[in-house]
């Protein structure tokens, strides 16, 4: 019991009662309770369709929570769930045990395969429940689950086409259900020769990776077989035991077709340059299959007959080639032969045309381009075109004639016209042929005919003018070319006597802008030959225009001036004086010499007549008055312009001396405008400018300021930049009034309230304390400092004491605060004033100013109640249910101190949204006014139910009566609701699918809550061409409502349109359901991406076949891979246009979505070859195809789709790489004598300089040189390939006799040019032998014969063979003497040897013929031959050298034996005593018969001679035969007695010797006496001697005479020799010393000549002396017969030649001289000068001596005349 309250009552406080014990029997029976469908019923689906539910609840309220799980176990391995339970789980309590649960049970989908699978639903219950935790559970509850899950293999698309090319294809295989083992998919190809699966087999598939599609790549097997279209195939089989996926059935088969690399065909190909000539020249053909066929291939190739005349030209061997399946890829040879068809044709293009006959189908269709190939002609039609003559340029002054000839080259079959065309009659006359045409026929051909030309004398600049003699040649019914020759036109250009020009003249070159005017006359100087335009312009278009824009000259009127009149132009610009230029263009569309010709200008001037200034009104120069503070007034506006026009832009800047008081506005712009800008366009475009007053908010009435206008222009030329303008003085009216305002103002009764003991909390509207509000009416002009002055300050207080106002804040309210003055006193109500006084010292609208302010009503009073704060916001959430301190609290205090404990209670008036804490407060009058705070709770459900408000109302006990009267507010909470209904989606899976592809992105779908009713959701997706789901509705029930649906969307089929890769939304929505929170919901949108299969792109076919330059064509289809949005232009360009162009009809295609040009219909290209003239055989190029399109993105885009390129072959026509070769002359002379020549150029242009070597084929018979002698190689310029080069084979001397040999020259050709590059030619040429069998004998001097004598004079021949000895043979040359010359002459050697081997054959071999001395045989100068044989016979037998005879060589031999009788000198004393002397007699030759001389002396009685007679006989003839002459003592003493000895004529059967006397006749000798003489002789003996004596020496004297005559005629025979020997000297060594060559000189001379008494020519010897010392080879002097003897007659003859007995180096000068008192004199005749002798060889080795050169010959005759020494030169010769 409490009794402490009011007051302690002792008795009854904490009083204990006794307890009282009740019992309640219970009829309540623990237990759970659950009501389940049928067994039926109770079937669930794995895709979400089928659910069953069943209630479950307590039987009994428990005494703690129950919590009941109802869980699902997993099946066996692989371990999945068939069925899930939601809730999972419920609790139960005292407030809910008897609700019934609805627990619903749906299929878990486990995505295996496993069929419908039976689930058992245990019940779990945990609690602390005594009862229920003993109690036994529920049965459980089975159901089945319907799988939805199909085993299989999904097959994505084949992307791309296996080639035989290497392309390969993929595809994808990927499971649809996971498997509960490894899978195994075994790959099996059905064609091996076909494909191959590059991807390993087999794939194995394990349920970690399941989903994962796995590649399998496929790739063509490249065969040599043209068989496109062939299909193998690829089939599957599976292996997983125990598993769905085991032995798959229905698999489909997938069929592959290749794109086959292999067409059939044929290949040719050139080997070389594909061409002939009518020489025989061939090429070869190199023909092979491009496929292997599949039976023999017979391939014929013939070349068509040319057209009219009908001829071959050329053939084909063999006629077939066979191929087989087994050599099909070994290349057979053609060879194509040129044919002479005799016609100037020219080089004539064919072609070899190919049949083709088999068994297989494919080739027997195949069609092979024919091979163009060129024939060359070996004739040529032309007509050739001389210069001009004499000067090559008609003068248009003069008036000659030039004259030039016209030829054909060539005899046509037909008379030939060449009709002469003047191209200009205006510039040149043909005079002759009067007919204007030549006319050429089989006989005139070759005449040259002359064609005379004058130049026509014009008015025309035309200087360098051509004009043209152009030919038309006509041959009708010709049969060679003549119908097809061109002649180039004989361009002439006359020399011209005119210049073209423009004059104009004018006066006073100057306008004005008021239009003053000037004209310039204008006019040409030369006729022009067509209109001339002269067009004028002014320079300065804004300061002169011209009135003639254009004058037109004619060639009538050039001369005429015409007038351009200039006109001044008013700009409105102040720019002084301007200058300007009118300048003039001339154009000729005819005259090139007038077009462009420039024309001096003409230099004016415009006067002006503008000035500066700006325009203002009303004028500048006034006060304005009255603008209103803020307010747009038409009194202040002003108009302004410029006075003239500026050059530049001018601004005019705005400015306000006080922007404060005034602003400046331009043509009622809202805002102030800084400036106005006037440009040369609206200079005199009016503009407004306003003044406006600045409403400053101060009182300041009356204030002026002034609007400053400034021009600014920097840089303007005409007068604007630094002018100067006047200003505007403006006052403004003012709108402020100085003064207080009050918030609230003062009304005159109570205008505040503030109350006693309540400044906490107030009483209805008063408080302890209160505000008024206090600003200035008008800003102040200094700071105003304002006191707050209270006039009770006993009843309240103001704060703060003073205020402050400025600039700044003057117009910003201020709080004034007046608080009551707590006194506790109950005094009553009372109204108290309140004052400003203000100070402001500076603004007297302020300053010492009170004012009074409102009234203030102070009540005393007291009340109870109670003060809450409001949460805010005064929200919780249901996601804060749990938390441990509250998630929202509020405070209540009391506003009075109570009596007594105030308890306050706080209850909720919804629990199941929250709930407060803690249960009460209670307030004492202790801590009445300490605030205690209410915690608030929130309550979350699964139902969206919104936001739900609730009251927290409050219950107080107190026993305090003004607290129980007192109210206490309500807390208004809201619950916010976090259950928001939504349908949410969400996937794992990558949001990308692919074009008909076999992957799927899954979506889940949950809702946000728990709806009250089902929830029927429609599926679909933003573009079903692009993806598709796989249901169209999923429904969601109450108790399902977080367990995930699922939505498979996959790509759907392919669209065949390349819009690239496209977004397609999985939609989820609008829902429909009874719960209107969720009808009308859509889930999130899903975005997949949807990749594009459908590539853009261009489909091209193969090339049809083969282009070629005569202009063939080959085709290929295109076509697009995609639907295109527009029309698409597809442009296919070759990237060779030099090879191949594509036809104009086809070079642009239209491919369109629909109708014939249909994109996926194939269109055709035509493809054209193209002739370029370069020997380039077969070239390839491609064609590229390219799309366009206007509005197709795809196939419009820049650059647009790109083909693959159509690879193309243009196979040569005529331009194969090649020569154009013409032998004028096919021997070559292996002397050198003669070359073989070859003219050649090239059958086509190359691309690079190409270089030409020749070779013989066999080097020594000929050497190949270029042009002129050059050895170096013949290049030949791309630009010179048609120009005729000639090589020359020479030939080479191998002194072989061989005959005449074949050779080949090879040309070979290298350059960058591949076509040219190892190109080669041979040609077959003869080297004509000039090698003869021979032995070439050469004499000394070139003399005819040698000669010797027998003093063992020699002479000497050289020996060389013409030719070589044939090979292997040692050859040996005989020389002998002939019988004529048995005993005259001997050989050394006299045998030679040649022997090709070491090559002495050439070298001179030189015989020696030496005289050989017959002792005695006065035989005379014997000739006789030397002649030779060959041998071994046997060895030479059979060649040319076994028939040849050897020359022979005549040789003479001097005989030095004379036919005399020789006589010596007696010997010994005869004396009278019988002294004897003898002497000898021998003959000097034997004679031929005995010679018998007979002798006798003159006084037989002197002397004695014992032989009368003396005999000699061919044995004895050079024996001495002694003559003894005995003293005879004829007894007188006569002294001394001569005698003398005389010789008779010898007699003799020898002619020689007949009558011959001996030499000397007689001798002469003395008889002397005998010693015994002196002794005493008798008188008659003396006087007989004395007699003796008279008569001896009578007879002597007379003998004496004539003794002496005949020495002195010896002495001066002698005298005479000796100055000749002298002479002679002197003038050799003069003639050598002239023409010695080597140093030091060496100087000879040959032999004195004697000339014996009976003027006999002797030589004392040929052998020779050195004037520098040393025996030397030189000359010798002899006689030109034997022993010449001259007759005493006049004009007697004898020669002398002077021997060479060496070989000279160079021809020496020879002479001879006489003495002028001699008797004989030197004739230097025609025989004399004819005998010169140059050198046998010039080439020495060692030292080089100086040797005489040859001989010459000089009569010597008796002298009858004295001529002047004659002097015989023979000069140096080339030799």
């Known amino acids: 019991v409490d009794a402490s309250t009011p007051t302690v009552e002792p008795n009854y406080d904490g009083y204990v009662l006794t307890p009282i014990t009740v019992t309640c029997v219970d009829d309540d029976a623990?237990?759970?309770?659950?009501?389940?469908?049928?067994?039926?019923?109770?079937?669930?689906?794995?895709?979400?369709?089928?659910?069953?539910?069943?209630?479950?609840?307590?039987?009994?309220?428990?005494?703690?929570?129950?919590?009941?799980?109802?869980?699902?176990?997993?099946?066996?391995?692989?371990?999945?769930?068939?069925?899930?339970?939601?809730?999972?789980?419920?609790?139960?309590?005292?407030?809910?045990?008897?609700?019934?649960?609805?627990?619903?049970?749906?299929?878990?989908?486990?995505?295996?395969?496993?069929?419908?699978?039976?689930?058992?639903?245990?019940w779990q219950v945990v609690t602390t429940d005594v009862v229920y935790s003993s109690l036994p559970l529920p049965a459980p509850i089975t159901g089945t689950n319907i799988d939805d899950d199909d085993a299989d293999l999904i097959f994505g698309p084949v992307v791309g086409i296996p080639s035989e090319a290497g392309v390969t294809a993929q595809f994808q295989i990927t499971l649809t259900t996971l498997p509960m083992a490894d899978v195994t998919v075994h790959l099996r190809n059905n064609d091996t020769s076909e494909g191959t699966i590059v991807t390993a087999s087999p794939l194995i598939f394990q349920p970690a990776t399941w989903s994962a599609p796995q590649v399998v790549t496929l790739e063509a097997v490249d065969d040599p077989i043209d068989d496109d279209g062939k299909a193998w195939e690829v089939s599957f089989a599976t292996v997983a035991p125990g598993t769905a996926y085991h032995a798959l059935t229905g698999l489909p088969d997938l069929v592959i077709i290749n794109v086959d690399n292999d067409d059939a065909g044929v290949t040719v190909n050139v080997i070389g340059a594909a061409a002939t000539s009518e020489m025989g020249g061939s090429f070869s053909l190199s023909v092979v299959l491009d496929t292997q066929p599949m039976a023999a291939v017979m391939i014929s190739g013939a070349c068509p007959l040319a057209a009219a005349p009908p001829r071959s030209e050329a053939a084909v061997a063999p006629a077939s080639l066979i191929f087989t399946p087994s050599d099909w890829s070994t290349p057979q040879m053609l060879v194509v032969t040129g044919e002479d068809d005799d016609f100037d044709d020219q080089d004539t293009p064919f072609q070899v045309e190919f049949t083709i006959t088999s068994a297989d189908p494919i080739y027997s269709i195949v069609t092979v381009n024919p091979v163009a190939a060129l024939n060359t002609d070996d004739d040529t039609a032309s007509v050739t075109v001389s210069a001009l003559t004499p000067t090559g340029n008609p003068d248009e002054a003069s008036g000659a004639s030039e004259m030039f000839e016209v030829v054909l080259t060539a005899e046509p079959t037909t008379d030939v016209t060449i009709d002469l065309t003047n191209s200009d009659p205006l510039e040149g006359t043909i005079t002759a042929p009067a007919s204007g045409a030549l006319v050429f026929g089989t006989g005139n051909w070759a005449v040259p005919q002359t064609v005379t030309v004058v130049a026509v004398d014009d008015n025309v600049d035309d200087d360098g003018r051509t004009w043209i003699v152009a030919y038309s040649v006509r041959a009708p019914g010709e049969l060679t070319t003549f119908g097809a020759v061109t002649v180039p036109p004989t361009v002439i250009t006359n020399i011209d006597d005119d210049g073209a020009g423009v004059s104009r003249t004018y006066s006073l070159a100057e306008t004005t802008e008021g239009g003053g005017t000037f004209d310039i006359a204008v006019q040409l100087d030369s006729q022009p030959t067509g209109d001339v335009y002269v067009d004028a312009v002014s320079t300065v278009a804004t300061e002169a225009t011209v009135t003639t824009a254009q004058l037109t000259f004619t060639a009538t009127d050039y001369s005429t001036p015409q007038v351009v009149t200039v006109q001044g132009v008013d700009d409105f610009i102040a720019d002084g004086p301007q200058n300007f230029d009118v300048t003039f263009t001339v154009t000729s569309g005819a005259d090139a010499n007038y077009n462009g010709r420039a024309v001096p200008p003409v230099n004016a001037v415009n006067r002006n007549d503008d000035v500066a200034g700006v325009d203002v009104s009303p004028s500048l120069s006034m006060v304005l008055t009255g603008p209103v503070e803020g307010v747009l007034s038409a009194s202040g506006e002003f108009e302004v312009a410029l006075a003239s026009e500026p050059t530049q832009d001018v601004s005019i800047s705005l400015v306000s001396s006080d922007p404060a008081e005034g602003a400046l506005y331009v043509s009622g712009a809202p805002v102030p405008t800084a400036s106005m800008v006037f440009t040369p366009s609206d200079w005199n475009v009016v503009q407004t400018m306003t003044v406006v007053a600045v409403d400053d908010d101060v009182d300041d009435d009356g204030k002026q300021w002034i609007a400053i206008l400034t021009v600014?222009?920097?840089?303007?030329?005409?007068?604007?930049?630094?002018?100067?303008?006047?200003?505007?003085?403006?006052?403004?009216?003012?709108?402020?009034?100085?003064?207080?305002?009050?918030?609230?103002?003062?009304?005159?009764?109570?205008?505040?309230?503030?109350?006693?003991?309540?400044?906490?909390?107030?009483?209805?509207?008063?408080?302890?304390?209160?505000?008024?509000?206090?600003?200035?009416?008008?800003?102040?002009?200094?700071?105003?400092?304002?006191?707050?002055?209270?006039?009770?300050?006993?009843?309240?207080?103001?704060?703060?004491?003073?205020?402050?106002?400025?600039?700044?804040?003057?117009?910003?309210?201020?709080?004034?605060?007046?608080?009551?003055?707590?006194?506790?006193?109950?005094?009553?109500?009372?109204?108290?004033?309140?004052?400003?006084?203000?100070?402001?010292?500076?603004?007297?609208?302020?300053?010492?100013?009170?004012?009074?302010?409102?009234?203030?009503?102070?009540?005393?009073?007291?009340?109870?109640?109670?003060?809450?704060?409001?949460?805010?916001?005064?929200?919780?959430?249901?996601?804060?249910?749990?938390?441990?301190?509250?998630?929202?609290?509020?405070?209540?205090?009391?506003?009075?101190?109570?009596?007594?404990?105030?308890?306050?209670?706080?209850?909720?008036?919804?629990?199941?949204?929250?709930?407060?804490?803690?249960?009460?407060?209670?307030?004492?009058?202790?801590?009445?006014?300490?605030?205690?705070?209410?915690?608030?709770?929130?309550?979350?459900?699964?139902?969206?139910?919104?936001?739900?408000?609730?009251?927290?109302?409050?219950?107080?006990?107190?026993?305090?009566?003004?607290?129980?009267?007192?109210?206490?507010?309500?807390?208004?909470?809201?619950?916010?609701?976090?259950?928001?209904?939504?349908?949410?989606?969400?996937?794992?899976?990558?949001?990308?699918?692919?074009?008909?592809?076999?992957?799927?992105?899954?979506?889940?779908?949950?809702?946000?809550?728990?709806?009250?009713?089902?929830?029927?959701?429609?599926?679909?997706?933003?573009?079903?061409?692009?993806?598709?789901?796989?249901?169209?509705?999923?429904?969601?029930?109450?108790?399902?409502?977080?367990?995930?649906?699922?939505?498979?969307?996959?790509?759907?089929?392919?669209?065949?349109?390349?819009?690239?890769?496209?977004?397609?939304?999985?939609?989820?929505?609008?829902?429909?359901?009874?719960?209107?929170?969720?009808?009308?919901?859509?889930?999130?949108?899903?975005?997949?991406?949807?990749?594009?299969?459908?590539?853009?792109?261009?489909?091209?076919?193969?090339?049809?076949?083969?282009?070629?330059?005569?202009?063939?064509?080959?085709?290929?289809?295109?076509?697009?891979t995609t639907v295109p949005v527009d029309t698409v232009v597809v442009r296919c360009v070759s990237n060779d246009i030099g090879e191949g162009t594509v036809s104009p009809d086809s070079q642009s295609l239209l491919f369109t979505p629909t109708g014939d040009s249909r994109w996926d219909i194939p269109q055709t290209v035509t493809v054209i070859g193209v002739d370029d003239h370069i020997v380039d055989s077969v070239q390839s190029y491609q064609v590229v195809c390219t799309t366009s399109s206007l509005n197709d993105v795809v196939y419009g885009a820049n650059p647009g789709i790109e083909s693959r390129p159509v690879d193309v072959v243009n196979f040569d026509h005529g331009d194969s790489s090649g020569w154009n070769v013409r032998i004028q002359n096919s021997e070559s002379r292996d002397d050198s004598s003669a070359a073989a020549t070859v003219v050649l150029s090239l059958t086509s242009e190359p691309l690079e300089a190409v270089t030409i070597v020749g070779e013989a084929s066999d080097a020594t018979e000929a050497v190949v040189v270029g042009e002129g002698s050059s050895t170096t190689p013949l290049v030949l310029l791309p630009a010179q390939w048609k120009t005729e080069h000639t090589i020359r084979a020479v030939g080479v001397r191998d002194y072989e006799l061989d005959g005449d040999q074949q050779y080949t020259v090879l040309l070979k050709a290298s350059s960058v040019d591949p076509a040219y590059n190892n190109l080669q030619k041979s040609l077959q040429l003869t080297s004509v032998d000039t090698d003869e069998v021979g032995v070439t004998l050469t004499l000394p001097d070139e003399m005819a014969s040698l000669t010797t004598d027998e003093t063992g004079m020699t002479g000497k021949f050289s020996v060389t063979l013409k030719a070589k000895p044939p090979p292997g043979v040692l050859m040996t040359l005989a020389f002998k003497v002939s019988s004529t010359g048995e005993g005259e002459g001997m050989l050394q050697p006299a045998t030679l040897t040649f022997d090709a081997t070491n090559m002495n054959w050439q070298d001179p071999q030189v015989v020696t013929v030496t005289g050989v001395d017959d002792l005695g045989e006065a035989d005379g100068d014997k000739q006789y031959d030397i002649t030779g044989l060959l041998g071994p016979a046997e060895s030479l037998a059979g060649t040319p050298w076994g028939t040849y005879s050897v020359p022979s060589v005549s040789v003479t031999n001097l005989d030095d034996d004379e036919v005399g009788i020789s006589v010596s000198e007696l010997t010994g004393a005869v004396t009278e005593d019988g002294g004897a002397a003898s002497f000898s007699v021998t003959l000097l030759a034997r004679p031929e018969?005995?010679?018998?001389?007979?002798?006798?002396?003159?006084?037989?009685?002197?002397?004695?001679?014992?032989?009368?007679?003396?005999?000699?006989?061919?044995?004895?003839?050079?024996?001495?035969?002694?003559?003894?002459?005995?003293?005879?003592?004829?007894?007188?003493?006569?002294?001394?007695?001569?005698?003398?000895?005389?010789?008779?004529?010898?007699?003799?059967?020898?002619?020689?010797?007949?009558?011959?006397?001996?030499?000397?006749?007689?001798?002469?000798?003395?008889?002397?006496?005998?010693?015994?003489?002196?002794?005493?002789?008798?008188?008659?003996?003396?006087?007989?001697?004395?007699a003796a004596g008279v008569l001896l020496c009578a007879l002597f004297g007379i003998w004496m005479y004539f003794r002496c005559k005949d020495k002195k005629n010896k002495k001066e025979e002698s005298e005479q020799l000796q100055q000749s020997e002298v002479m002679m000297e002197e003038m050799t060594q003069e003639g050598l010393s002239k023409h010695t060559i080597s140093t030091p000189h060496s100087l000879y001379q040959t032999s004195p000549v004697h000339l014996k008494p009976d003027f006999s020519l002797h030589s004392r010897g040929n052998s020779m002396r050195s004037l520098g010392g040393g025996a030397l080879p030189g000359v010798g002097l002899g006689a030109l017969g034997s022993s010449v003897k001259f007759s005493r007659q006049p004009s007697g003859r004898g020669s002398v030649r002077p021997m060479r007995s060496s070989k000279p180096v160079q021809n020496v000068s020879f002479g001879a001289s006489h003495d002028a008192s001699s008797r004989v004199s030197i004739d230097s005749d025609d025989d004399v000068l004819a005998n010169t002798y140059g050198p046998l060889n010039s080439t020495f080795t060692g030292a080089v001596t100086q040797r005489l050169a040859s001989s010459a010959s000089a009569r010597v005759r008796p002298r009858t005349v004295v001529p002047q020494a004659d002097m015989m030169d023979v000069m140096p010769n080339s030799g």
């Open 30 to 122: 623990a237990s759970f309770f659950a009501a389940l469908p049928g067994p039926a019923g109770r079937m669930t689906s794995e895709d979400g369709t089928s659910f069953f539910s069943f209630t479950a609840h307590l039987e009994t309220q428990p005494t703690n929570p129950v919590t009941i799980s109802w869980v699902v176990p997993p099946t066996a391995a692989p371990v999945r769930t068939e069925a899930v339970v939601f809730p999972a789980s419920q609790v139960y309590d005292a407030s809910n045990w008897k609700t019934p649960v609805n627990i619903v049970v749906s299929g878990g989908d486990d995505l295996y395969d496993d069929g419908n699978m039976t689930f058992v639903v245990n």
């Open 712 to 1120: 600014q222009a920097a840089g303007e030329t005409s007068g604007y930049d630094g002018f100067v303008t006047g200003d505007v003085v403006v006052e403004n009216t003012d709108d402020d009034e100085a003064g207080v305002l009050y918030t609230p103002m003062p009304s005159g009764g109570s205008d505040l309230v503030v109350a006693e003991n309540n400044t906490a909390f107030g009483i209805g509207a008063a408080s302890a304390t209160a505000t008024f509000e206090v600003k200035l009416q008008s800003e102040p002009l200094v700071n105003v400092h304002a006191d707050v002055v209270s006039f009770d300050s006993n009843q309240f207080t103001a704060s703060p004491p003073a205020l402050s106002f400025d600039a700044s804040n003057w117009n910003v309210l201020q709080t004034v605060t007046v608080a009551v003055v707590e006194d506790y006193v109950d005094d009553g109500d009372v109204d108290v004033g309140v004052r400003l006084d203000l100070a402001a010292l500076g603004d007297t609208n302020y300053n010492a100013v009170a004012s009074l302010g409102p009234t203030v009503l102070c009540r005393n009073d007291d009340a109870a109640g109670y003060e809450i704060v409001q949460p805010t916001p005064a929200e919780v959430f249901e996601a804060q249910e749990g938390t441990v301190s509250g998630v929202l609290s509020y405070t209540i205090v009391l506003t009075s101190q109570p009596v007594g404990a105030v308890t306050v209670t706080p209850t909720a008036s919804d629990v199941s949204e929250g709930t407060t804490s803690p249960p009460q407060v209670v307030f004492t009058p202790v801590d009445w006014d300490t605030a205690q705070v209410i915690e608030v709770f929130p309550k979350d459900d699964a139902f969206v139910d919104g936001d739900v408000p609730w009251l927290v109302t409050h219950a107080v006990v107190t026993a305090d009566p003004n607290y129980i009267a007192a109210s206490i507010a309500d807390i208004t909470i809201t619950t916010v609701d976090d259950d928001v209904a939504a349908i949410i989606a969400n996937t794992t899976d990558p949001l990308v699918l692919v074009e008909a592809g076999a992957n799927r992105v899954e979506v889940e779908v949950v809702l946000g809550s728990t709806p009250s009713g089902a929830v029927i959701i429609p599926v679909r997706t933003s573009d079903a061409g692009e993806c598709v789901a796989d249901v169209t509705t999923l429904t969601v029930y109450p108790n399902l409502w977080n367990t995930p649906q699922r939505i498979v969307v996959t790509a759907a089929a392919q669209d065949g349109v390349a819009d690239g890769d496209q977004n397609c939304s999985l939609l989820i929505g609008p829902a429909t359901s009874g719960d209107t929170h969720y009808h009308g919901l859509s889930a999130n949108t899903i975005d997949v991406l949807v990749r594009d299969l459908d590539a853009a792109g261009i489909v091209v076919s193969k090339i049809s076949g083969d282009t070629s330059e005569t202009g063939a064509t080959a085709t290929f289809t295109v076509y697009i």
């Open 1489 to 1586: 018969a005995p010679v018998t001389i007979g002798l006798f002396v003159s006084s037989t009685e002197e002397v004695s001679v014992q032989e009368k007679s003396l005999v000699f006989t061919q044995e004895t003839w050079n024996t001495p035969q002694q003559v003894t002459v005995v003293g005879i003592d004829d007894g007188e003493d006569d002294g001394a007695e001569g005698f003398t000895l005389h010789f008779m004529e010898a007699v003799s059967d020898d002619s020689r010797y007949r009558g011959m006397l001996p030499s000397p006749r007689e001798l002469s000798g003395m008889n002397q006496p005998s010693s015994k003489v002196g002794g005493g002789a008798s008188t008659e003996v003396l006087a007989a001697a004395v």
